[in-house]
């Protein structure tokens, strides 16, 4: 574990987490961009994308869409991508780089309409959410889905723990505990793997997985 995560003695101080991550996400912003726009996601965004059975183009919402990177790939394949994000300024950077609609709304106060989506990608997102309010975060997600739509999640994986890793509030699951959350949630999964690919799994610090909201 990196030595600079701290446990926490946590007592539900949600609008502290909140600010303290969102502020360090907008104080960071162009050089997050700067040091993620060539990251190659490409697996995980081929893994939402075929396990979702509906005719395109599709509607995506890129949950924590940061600068607007997948937005803009989810665009350029003809889909219709929907961004959110709690920081201010990746809001206007996403929307100036993907051409895409960016929702402003923090995680833990979500507004989305139901029924809306074929697909959510949470990419490297729902880890700061904790884990105390992760089973409302994701019911929402859950409601927002079509009938059969598809949650793709990755998060950095870990024994279960949550407190501040710097700046940021983390939570790391590990597969158990992840899936007992979305099953909780109403989802069904389909698959999971862990990145990067090819390396030894002391070496695969992220935990990739697959859901699917029944049909009925």
């Keep these: 574990m ?63 869409c940061g600068p607007g990177r997948d937005l803009k790939t989810f665009s350029a394949l003809g889909h219709v991508a929907i961004g959110l994000d709690g920081s201010r300024n990746f809001v206007d950077m ?14 833990l106060e979500l507004r989305l309409s139901e029924g809306l989506f074929d697909g959510v990608f949470a990419n490297a997102s729902l880890f700061h959410v904790p884990r105390s309010l992760l089973p409302a975060v994701l019911e929402k997600l859950h409601a927002a889905l079509k009938p059969g739509g598809v949650l793709f999640s990755s998060n950095p994986r870990g024994d279960n723990q949550e407190g501040w890793h710097g700046p940021r ?26 990145r990067p690919s090819g390396l030894p799994r002391e070496q695969q610090p992220w935990l990739a997985s697959v859901w699917r909201k029944p049909e009925a």
């Design 169 to 194: 509030w983390g939570c790391f699951h590990d597969y158990p505990a992840w899936e007992s959350y979305l099953v909780g949630a109403g989802f069904v999964p389909l698959r999971h793997y862990y």
């Design 94 to 107: 996403a929307r100036e780089y993907s051409g895409c609609e960016v929702l402003h709304q923090n995680f």
């Design 2 to 64: 990196n030595e600079s995560f701290r446990t926490h003695d946590f007592h539900g101080d949600f609008e502290e987490i909140s600010r303290r991550t969102l502020h360090h996400y907008d104080r960071v912003a162009q050089r997050f961009f700067h040091g993620t726009v060539d990251h190659d996601v490409s697996q995980n965004i081929h893994a939402l994308l075929e396990a979702i059975d509906a005719p395109g183009p599709l509607t995506i919402l890129d949950f924590g």
